[in-house]
Nanobody, 114 residues
Framework: QVQLVESGGGLVQAGGSLRLSCAAS????????MGWYRQPPGKQRELVAT??????INYADSVKGRFTISRDNANRVYLQMNNMKPEDTAVYYC?????????WGQGTQVTVSS
């Protein structure tokens, strides 16, 4: 099993920045990919950014050029969010994929005020 704990959420004004962190624990060997998803109020969960163990990165169009995902050798994944917009308001979830199984964190609230 993989356990994921997110941190770094909060309230920020439009145009501001936040950095989310996610730490994986448990059986972390051979985690194939990690990423960030978000669920805006009243909407479905959506992809924000993912990064594979080979370094391949994918971003949602809505965050390209503003958000940066990174991962370190200790199975932590980060999301640097710049030039934030009110529509970025959501609960942000960390996800890890290991041998085809998905693992999710508990989520962290991000609120962007206009």
């Amino acid at each position: 099993q993989v356990q994921l704990v997110e941190s770094g959420g909060g309230l920020v004004q439009a145009g501001g920045s936040l950095r989310l962190s996610c730490a994986a624990s448990g059986i972390t060997v051979n985690i194939n990919a990690m990423g960030w998803y978000r669920q805006p109020p009243g909407k479905q969960r959506e992809l924000v950014a993912t990064i594979t163990d080979g370094g391949r990165i994918n971003y949602a169009d809505s965050v390209k050029g503003r958000f940066t995902i990174s991962r370190d050798n200790a199975n932590r994944v980060y999301l640097q969010m710049n030039n934030m917009k009110p529509e970025d308001t959501a609960v942000y979830y960390c996800k890890a994929v290991r041998y085809g199984a998905d693992y999710w964190g508990q989520g962290t609230q991000v609120t962007v005020s206009s």
